[in-house]
């Protein structure tokens, strides 16, 4: 009974049109061109990184796309367990007319070739939003793109934080900051116009959201202008060799800023709590980042006080900060959980979190998913994964446990995939 | 198979008279007047706040009854998924003949009516006590409160230290203790006498438990007597601008000191371990409270250590702490687990939990459930979600995966319900 | 259909030949020779004691085994729900033709005898190999062990560090080193070398793993050889009382000299992190142990990244860590998964951790499960526990939810349990 309830709660999730409120799509090039922008993924090459596959048979320069498919595929094999290598058989399946459940040295070499013919077609893109029934996508921009060549109905600008909160010691970054601004951003004052001057460029781009990554060790709290001066003074003088005590108090400042900048703009800050850059030193690219799971939503406590016009959607890397995200959206008006991150977003994890925000957050403050995408043909197994955990949920434990009827399950699923990302980002 | 298992099981221990361990009735007004009494729990205040409805509308003062149910029924929708809104249906259904599954503008106004006549006749409380077969339930009583004009053998009496140990700095708290005990507890002696004088008044009236709730960061430590009246002296001196430390000295006085009367008294000490209070400072009534879930139970080590003749029944707020309390539990003779409290009282959070004591704690050291409820309709609900998850766990994982008989089940499921409170708090 | 399938690929795991990873047997002494051997195991004494049975009468000298038997089957009751009571009915059903499903006052004694009777046979140790489907069990010795007298290809040896590394301020300790090495380990040269005899007497002696336990406060660093010579001598001069800040550099640098000969010796490193020793201090005998779960793999960054020749088998304390142990053996081609440890091998928590495990951490990075045992009779039940729990995980979350064949999942679970024992210890 409950895997025929299942399976007809995830047909009708499966047939919403949806959008995606996070990813990384390169809106110039958002699909891939070969089967290497798919297994060049970290998800891939980590994986067979830390199954023995050595970073330099990966990341040689100039490698051929094919000899690095064929390399991963080679070493794929100790990996065929985790649900990151069921997305890419779930991609070729739907993409790709594989009919195999493994990719193997046998097969690979057809799919490849299958592949390539697919994406040669100037509208793949098209076919695969088509396909994967997504009608826009959330980008996440650095804060000097120009915004320009795309569709922004289709590819909606973010503006990611990141560089101005953790990096301005750079002078790469305030060198950015300033030729894309036209501003010198040596004191609060003139920090807040460049800041301001952003904003202006991306609300008039159609943006949705201000969005960041957050240290585990991260405590938003206000920063007095006297003192920003100071920290910009040091940093000015002398960039990444400036004191830790000045870096922080030059991103705190900047973070309270982008705050207030999202309450006068109406955006909603997405924030993403939890991670360490640079643990695995000797990583491949984009598989180097750990954490340390002791955080605490407590330190935000002075943010969401002092915003409450501001929406937070948060994502946390780490299911033990599940239940603290889950208690701080049934309190707090403008907090709202959002989708499951990373390190989190695998099965056994997902069910766990999601059912326990399901039954205590107001069905009106739950962003379901997002795909964190790099290229627009993972969106299709990565929302199927979360729509299978999410049909498996509402029947589980809201039919079954708590005699809902179907009917009310799907419309609850509907909310949570697609009305609540609308609601939200598009108020 | 397994749903009439757990059927089954649910009728039996549904079926069980019980007592109700912790709840904060008020004994001369126990059960609701109008529906705005149980709406007005900040369960349903807090969510209905959460999903958007102005705190000024919830609390206008003066504000009717009838129309501060229909503002909350008109905003209830955003927050029908949740366990919570259930408790309110449920409530409604059994009490009050309600026959919908959701209350709407369309259908609450008879309901109300329904229950408000219900609720006048005399003997309300005595028909919803019976018709939740339960037989008496734990108080939540001040200090200084006189425990008269009701029957302790129903609203059995428990001793609530959370102003003496957090708030003695306060002079209205130093007030009403010299008030009520004739003692002005200016030093370790003093305030050793008077803390004696409440236990003997206390005990006199039928009391079964000393209760207190605990911040994240606290950690009970022996202090002296010497330190003790340091810090009194600054108590009185400064009042709430006494210095942290000394605050901090006198409170642990007090705890300590509490622990001692407990193994005078043959008392159990409630600890209810790990919230922060107001940290959504503009919140609703009751609903500012969170936590920080980085708590260890090592912080007790010195005090279980101490006490061996004092039963601790401990509840922890975060789920990520029930493992230390399942395992402490496990190895301490004077721990015990206690119910599921507050932001962990939800379906998934409770299957975890429970399973995991249910497998490694010994039988007779784990206390089920206990409803926290204001008002004596909410017992029903909530206790019947327990006995839900109960049924599901004892179903799953005992008779299905440990091939325990049904019989057996249940003779487990009533020694958690019932047996243990009888053994712990009527020893 | 679920229940049938669980079964299918239950009898297929659980006909499959092992070797236990991590025991605490005494191959002179493997099995047991009476029941009380069995029921003295610390996990019957502990939960005898929590649930109220005096340490005097547990410990009594000179008890008689039969006797300390009766006392703690009197006492059993109240833990007779708990997962360790069931070990103790499969040992008595399948080795001793035990019946029934609880042992009691009234059906004790003929179990006693029976199993006294088959204890005796002087090949019981084999006949209970043979029957738990046994063929090499991993030892804990300590590094003045001998190692002879046994077939260290059924009895394996395996380093255990603890001593070294936080007991180097005994000069019993020291004592024994020096007696054992013929060095005197005064210097961090002279150490080193004593440290290097250890290994090589390992090694030749078919040491397939060095161990070690840590508390939660642990964080390994590379400590100069300078500061290596200062804290030494202090050890020398003060012994016990010398400062913790000599101790922690000396503990240090043993343990980061202990990493250096596990990648000269191509030894696999296994650490069991988060214990804190001796928190009940009137506990019984080895039921003194609990944790502080605020602990984080990031202490271990600098050691991963320091150490990519050496495998480091990781068992966390909490399930709470369990999300970092994934994540970390995810990313780091050194970390492997190991087991499921003590307060954290019991089934709900098994089924959680495990299930996280099997979607994310490459197939051959995963130690399935060890015994811990101290006797060899326990082998049986615990892995019987834990085959239970993998084909349950298997049976939903892998030929369920993703539709993997039963054969696919047979083979995976293989590996799991047999395979990566021999790929990580045999290579």
Known sequence: MSFDLRRRI?????????????????????????????????????????????KEEIEEPGLDPKEKVRRLILNAGPTDNTIQYS???EMAQKFFGFTDERVTLQNWEPLYDAAAAKMASPDWPQQVLEQSKLEAVFLTNDFDDPLAGFDTNIYVPCLRTDDLVFHLAKPEVRYRLASFTRIEATTAESLRRAIAALFNHFKANNARACAISLPPDFSPAKISDARANTALSALYLHGKAASEADKRAAGSFVFWNLSEMCAEHSLPFDLMIGVNRGVYEAGVHQGRDLYDSRVSLIQYKQLFNAFPQVIFPISVLASVTNQELTSYAWIFPNVVTNGHWWYSNTPTFIEHDLACRLEAVPRTKQIGYYSDMYKLEFALPKFAMYKRILAKVLA?????????????????????LRGNVEAIFYA
């Open 87 to 89: 997305w890419l058989v």
């Open 10 to 54: 995830f047909d009708a999730l499966d047939a919403l049109v949806l959008i995606d409120p996070h990813t990384h799509i390169n809106p110039l090039s958002p699909a891939s061109t070969t089967l290497a922008d798919i297994l060049g993924y970290h998800y891939y090459t980590e994986l067979a990184h830390s199954a023995g596959l050595p």
């Open 396 to 416: 589980e434990r809201f039919c079954i446990d708590r005699d809902w009827s179907e009917e009310r399950a799907v419309d609850f699923g509907t909310q949570i």
